[in-house]
C-alpha cells in the first residue's frame, strides 16, 4: 500500500474517531463519496492503522492542519511530514506525491482547470495517476518562460495533464513579461487569448505555485525581469510571487510597470476561483507563502510540516 493511501486512511479515521465527525462531513469536506468513508475505515482497521488508536501518522499533523485552516480561513490544508534527514530533492518528491494524490480526488467531470508556474506543481503533475474524464477543460492562467528557461513550461504542464485527464488543453503563446505594457496589452486583447480569458472567467480549481523572494535562484521565468524592474522590487521589498504577480510582506500588490507587461491572471482574480491550490515548500518560501494566506489570494496550501510550522512562527513574529 503507498505511503499517500495510508496517510488519507488515517487522516479519515482520525477525523471520524478523534474528531467524532460523521461520514457525511468527512465525504464533503475531502470531496469523496460518503461509501467511500465506510469503506475506508474498514480498510484502516485491516491495514493496522487503527486499532484502539490512530498509528502511522502522527495526530499532530492533522492537527497543524487544522490549525492552519482556522487561522487563515483555508478550504483545505495538506501536509505531508517532513524527516530531517531527507534531502531538498526527496522532500520535493514526497510533496509532489502526496499534491498528486490529493489533487486526483479533486478532479471530476465538466471542470476547467488552470495551470500557473512552480517546480513543486510541475512535479505535481508529472506524478498523477491518470484518471479519464469527460468535458474537462486545461488551460494556462501565465504567460510562458524565455526560451532560455523551459524546463517547467506552463503548455507542457498544461499538455501532461489534459492528457492524463482526457482533457481539451489550450496554449498560450506569449512570453509571460512583454517589452512594454503595450505590447502585454494588444496579446490580452487580441482574437487569438480571447478563449482564453473566457476560461479563466469560469475556473474551478486552479494550481499554482509560490515563487520565493528575489534572492531565491530556482525561478524558471525571472530571468525575463530587466535591472530596472529587480531594482523596483528592491526597493519595494518583493517577498515573492504567485502567478507571476509580486507582492510584499503584507501582501500588497505591487502594481506599476512590470505587473502592467505581465501576461496572466491577476491574484484578484485568482482570489475568485473556487479552488485556488498552492503547491510549495521550504523554509525560504513560508515568507513568500504566509502573505497569499493571509490575503486570501489561495484557499487551498499543500506543503510540508516544517514549512507550516515556520509559516506560523513567521507570522507570530510580526504579531
Not at 499538455?159 to 496554449?171: D, I, R, V
Not at 529587480?230 to 500588497?252: I, M, P, Q, T, V
Not at 491550490?277 to 510540516?305: C, F, H, M, W
Request: hydrophobic content about 35%.
Amino acid at each position: 500500500m503507498k505511503e499517500e493511501k495510508k496517510k488519507l486512511l488515517a487522516k479519515i479515521a482520525y477525523m471520524y474517531y478523534e474528531q467524532q465527525m460523521t461520514q457525511a462531513q468527512i465525504a464533503k469536506e475531502l470531496n469523496i463519496y460518503r461509501t467511500t468513508v465506510s469503506r475506508m475505515l474498514s480498510q484502516a482497521k485491516e491495514a493496522g492503522i487503527v486499532e484502539v488508536t490512530i498509528h502511522h501518522f502522527d495526530p499532530a499533523l492533522f492537527s497543524l492542519e487544522k490549525q492552519l485552516e482556522t487561522r487563515y480561513g483555508l478550504k483545505h490544508v495538506e501536509i505531508v511530514s517532513s524527516r530531517s534527514q531527507a534531502t531538498e530533492e526527496e522532500k520535493e518528491e514526497t510533496l509532489a506525491r502526496s499534491a498528486a494524490s490529493w489533487l486526483r480526488r479533486q478532479l471530476t467531470d465538466d471542470m476547467v482547470i488552470g495551470v500557473s508556474w512552480g517546480e513543486s506543481a510541475g512535479m505535481t503533475v508529472n506524478q498523477l495517476e491518470s484518471k479519464l474524464l469527460n468535458h474537462v477543460t486545461i488551460v494556462p492562467i501565465v504567460g510562458g518562460p524565455s526560451h532560455i528557461n523551459s524546463r517547467y513550461h506552463v503548455n507542457t504542464l498544461v499538455y501532461e495533464l489534459g492528457k492524463k485527464t482526457n482533457g481539451h488543453s489550450l496554449f498560450v503563446n506569449a512570453t509571460v513579461i512583454q517589452e512594454t505594457p503595450q505590447l502585454a496589452k494588444g496579446i490580452v486583447r487580441s482574437k487569438y487569448f480571447h478563449d482564453l480569458k473566457e476560461y479563466w472567467q469560469k475556473l474551478d480549481l486552479a494550481i499554482v505555485g509560490v515563487g520565493g523572494p528575489l534572492s531565491y535562484k530556482k525561478s524558471q521565468w525571472r530571468d525575463l525581469l530587466n535591472e530596472q524592474d529587480l531594482e523596483e522590487l528592491k526597493l519595494r521589498e518583493a517577498a515573492g510571487d504567485c502567478c507571476c504577480r509580486f507582492y510584499d510582506r503584507f501582501g500588497k500588490l505591487l502594481k506599476g510597470e512590470l505587473e502592467k507587461r505581465t501576461i496572466g491572471l491577476s491574484l484578484e482574480e485568482l482570489a475568485q476561483v473556487p479552488q485556488a491550490v498552492g503547491i510549495a515548500r521550504g523554509e525560504i518560501k513560508a515568507r513568500s507563502i504566509l502573505p497569499l494566506l493571509k490575503k486570501n489570494y489561495l484557499n487551498t496550501l499543500i506543503t510540508d510540516q516544517e514549512t507550516a510550522v515556520k509559516i506560523l512562527e513567521i507570522d507570530k513574529e510580526q504579531k
